[in-house]
């Protein structure tokens, strides 16, 4: 059997690691750092304490902090066309998967020509380009362990994938201390997300051993910490777990693939606006229900190792439950909170999803009359 693994991230992981920022900037012959956060992590003080870090060590420093939620090509684009004459050597993303997304296709303009459209798919960018230290600051989409990105496409209103070995970054600071803070929806939405990273990598078509191992490892840890730390926050010990967790996780999407949660959550966030991390986590137990009729063994084992129970007595049905579960005990709305109804349901948005890259990784076949009911259902 041939097989592939990869991760493109040297992973430090570590309760109050964020420290070592300097240092790793100064590992890669850092002397001015391309800083990008969102508006939110500013509020609450991090961005102030990272560039307090880089300062105090005399490493100069251009920020952008307004990324977007669901970052754009003509973002990503505007970033670069800003920074691109500020002498920096080393980028740094603080924040959630958005603001990592947006600095690896920020990266690859480093050394690719524009525009990012060029590089939707698989192994499109042939240079790597300046040093990338992702710094998390949820435990949600493991984009810091991971060569995907995710890029709205503005004109064309869809979801880009950009997979590929020179996309990752080349350094996480993993510090689950930044995530104890987080309010209960922001910890909800990116932990059910890192579950479906886990779960989808596991059913994939192009799942191997090594990624089930990660997959295996990740959604249990998640599947066992999300609820403590939707509930208790300040529990550093499950906040730890669980971003651990969503690293496995990401390892394991980054190498298997996803399936149908991802294939109608990409569309889902281009023609609705919808974070694609709270998509994700709507459409999970839905997902786990449309495959377990396809892969009912599969399910146990997934079943199996997040403690549900054994081999012998678990059922694929009981699995599916058990999701449902969590997902009412983190909270979480459905589609419809969004002011999403079915009749929205277009005859392209049906095509982006079976056309959508997931959709070639999921276990059972997507047809064109599955998509209508499978959104209604996560309504």
Same mark, same amino acid.
């Given at each position: ?11 430090? %992981? ?28 500013? /509020? ?10 880089? /300062? ?32 920096? &050597? ?5 924040? $959630? ?28 960018? @042939? ?9 998390? #600051? #949820? ?17 064309? @209103? ?51 051993? %090594? ?14 910490n999300l609820a403590e730390c939707v509930n208790n926050g300040k529990n550093l010990e499950a906040r730890s777990n669980q971003m651990l967790g969503a690293v496995f ?41 449309? &495959? ?5 063994? @599969?399910?146990?084992?997934? $079943? ?26 983190c909270h979480l709305p459905g589609l419809a909170s969004y002011g999403i109804t079915i009749d929205q349901i277009t005859e392209q948005f049906i095509t982006e999803v ?7 990784c999921n276990p059972r076949e997507i047809r064109r009359e599955d998509v209508i009911p499978f959104v209604q259902a996560c309504l």
């Open positions: 059997m041939a097989m592939n693994f990869y991760c493109p991230s040297n992973i430090f %992981f570590a309760p109050g690691s964020l420290n070592e920022l300097p240092k790793v900037v100064k590992m890669y012959g850092g002397t001015k750092v391309l800083f990008l956060t969102d508006p939110g992590i500013v /509020k609450i003080g991090l961005a102030d304490r990272a560039l307090k870090l880089l /300062k105090d060590d005399g490493i100069q420093y251009y920020v952008y902090d307004q990324v977007e939620s669901d970052p754009s090509d003509e973002m990503c684009e505007k970033i670069y066309d800003l920074a691109k004459n500020q002498n920096c &050597n080393v980028i740094v993303a603080l924040g $959630g998967g958005s603001t990592i997304d947006a600095a690896k296709a920020v990266n690859i303009l480093y050394a690719n020509p524009g525009p990012i459209s060029l590089y939707e798919g698989p192994d499109k960018v @042939k240079h790597h380009g300046l040093p990338l230290i992702a710094i998390p #600051t #949820t435990a949600g989409t493991g984009s810091e362990a991971d060569s995907n990105a995710v890029i709205t496409n503005v004109k064309a @209103k869809r979801k880009m994938i950009l997979v590929g070995i020179n996309n990752g970054p080349d350094y996480a600071i993993c510090d689950p201390e930044l995530t104890v803070t987080l309010p209960p929806s922001l910890t909800a939405g990116p932990g059910m997300d890192a579950l479906t990273h886990a779960m989808e990598a596991y059913l994939s078509k192009r799942a191997t051993p %090594f990624s089930d191992i990660n997959a295996l490892k990740g959604m249990a840890l998640i599947y066992n996780a990401g390892i394991a999407m980054s190498n298997a693939g996803q399936g149908i949660c991802h294939a109608t959550t990409a569309p889902i966030g281009a023609f609705f606006h919808v974070p694609h991390g709270a998509a994700n986590a709507i459409c999970l137990p839905q997902a786990m229900k449309f &495959n377990a009729v396809a892969v009912p063994e @599969k399910m146990v084992e997934m $079943g199996v190792a997040m403690g549900m129970g054994d081999s012998k007595t678990l059922t694929a049905d009981q699995v599916v439950e058990n999701i449902f579960k969590l997902s009412e005990a079976v056309e959508e890259y997931s959709a070639s």
